[in-house]
Every structure is written in C-alpha cells, then in structure tokens.
C-alpha cells in the first residue's frame, strides 16, 4: 500500500511568488490534514479535510494560503503570495474515517515538502 | 487549550545509554497519545502510540505508558544505538477529535 506522497519535496521561490504543494493520501483515507514546521519550532496543524469538505481550518495562518481537495482525493495548498516566514516543512497526513470517539485512529504523515522563501 | 511540553533538546548519549525523553500534556477529555520520529532526511512516522490510560506503547526497543495521574507520556528506551538519531516528537489526539497537537520536538545524537 503507497503511503501519503507529496510534491515537490523542496522547493526554493522569491517573496512575493506563489507556490502549490500537492498531497495524495492513502487511498481509502478520507481525512487528510496539512501540519507546517517553520524554523525549527513545533509541527503546527493548519487544516483537515473530511473527503472535500473542510473540517477544520482554525490554523490557516491568513489568507495567502488555500487548500483545496477537490473530488476528495488529493489536495493542494498554495501559498499567494509566499513571504519569508513562511519557510518551513510543510507535512501531509491521512487516516481513515472515525469511527468511535476514543479510536485513536493513527494518522500516517507523508515525507514533507520543504519550502525555502528568499 | 490542549498541549504538550516536550524535555528540551537537544540530547546527546554514547551508543548503548539508556534513553528517557520527557513529555508532558494538558488536555480535556481522554486524549490519545503518540510518539513521531523524524529521522534525517525523512518524514514524520509514527514510533508508538497509546490510546487510554496505564497502555503501554512499545516498537523498535522503545516504550511510552500513558501515565494519566500525572499526565505524562515518556519516551524510553534501554540501550540506544547510532541509528536512533533523530528528531522526537510527543502529540495527542483529543478525545473525540483527529487534530494532532504536538510537543516543540526533541533532537537526539547518539554518538559511536
């Protein structure tokens, strides 16, 4: 079975240039969510997708950023446009649908696309 | 809100130490807990986990017993080796939800 995989893995862009990452789950994993670690700080969560819908966007930093997952399969974030601070590695992940409360359902993460803003 | 404090890093040991790496959670409800490494060059992967209280999680020589008395989660392991290097992450799940929270992540060198 193919784990999450995400593309480009690094990418190197000039401030105000835009830059589209792509993520393509596990298959069968209807949740899907982007984490981003900028500058050695911790891995924050920026949003999760329920098939196309998007569940939780509470850590969006602003509205340069949109994801999209059309068709509930893989799913895009562009950053437009991109700025210094937004250097970082930025993770995908995927699981499949929750079905108790207490579950725990293990979230499986992809490699990272490493993005360099200069 | 829910979160997780992680021992700061980073640590070094010599190969064959014995390895404690703290964690810490604050969080309502009955979370899940989880250790991720991050080995160089890698992704995040997911070492072991914990899903309610007093479970112990356990693979490649390394545990983690969800402690909900004093709401911890420490990462172990008997006799470290070069290939352990890496960066170590803490996070829950809050009960009910899917959002992982994760600790600041810890670096680990083992040296020869």
């Known amino acids: 079975e193919a784990g999450v995989t995400q593309f480009p893995s690094h990418s190197v862009i000039e401030k105000g240039q835009t830059v589209t990452l792509r993520c393509d789950p596990i298959?069968?994993?209807?949740?899907l969510y982007w984490y981003r670690r900028v500058m050695g700080k911790e891995i924050k969560f920026l949003l999760h997708?329920?098939?196309?819908?998007?569940?939780?966007e509470s850590g969006m930093p602003n509205n340069r950023f949109l994801a999209e997952r059309t068709g509930g399969t893989y799913s895009t974030l562009k950053v437009q446009p991109a700025e210094l601070e937004d250097s970082g590695v930025y993770f995908c992940?995927?699981?499949?649908?929750?079905?108790?409360?207490?579950?725990?359902?293990?979230?499986?993460f992809g490699e990272g696309s490493w993005l360099t803003v200069v | 809100g829910d979160s997780v404090t992680q021992m700061e890093g980073p640590v070094t040991l010599s190969e064959e130490a014995f390895l404690t790496i703290n964690c810490t959670y604050t969080?309502?409800?009955?979370?899940?807990l989880f250790w991720y490494v991050q080995y160089p060059g890698e992704g995040l992967q997911l070492l072991l986990k914990?899903?309610?209280?007093?479970d112990k999680g356990s693979n490649k020589g390394f545990e983690a017993t969800y402690r909900k008395e004093t709401t911890s989660f420490h990462l172990e392991k008997g006799s470290v080796q070069v290939s352990d290097s890496a960066v170590y992450f803490c996070?829950?799940?809050?009960?009910?939800?899917?959002?992982?929270?994760f600790g600041q992540g810890t670096r680990l060198t083992i040296n020869p």
């Open positions: 992940a995927s699981s499949r649908p929750l079905r108790t409360a207490s579950s725990g359902n293990t979230i499986y």
């Open positions: 298959s069968g994993h209807d949740n």
């Open positions: 997708f329920v098939k196309e819908s998007k569940q939780d």
């Open positions: 969080a309502t409800g009955y979370p899940s």
């Open positions: 914990a899903t309610k209280a007093d």
């Open positions: 996070a829950l799940t809050p009960g009910g939800a899917q959002k992982l929270v």
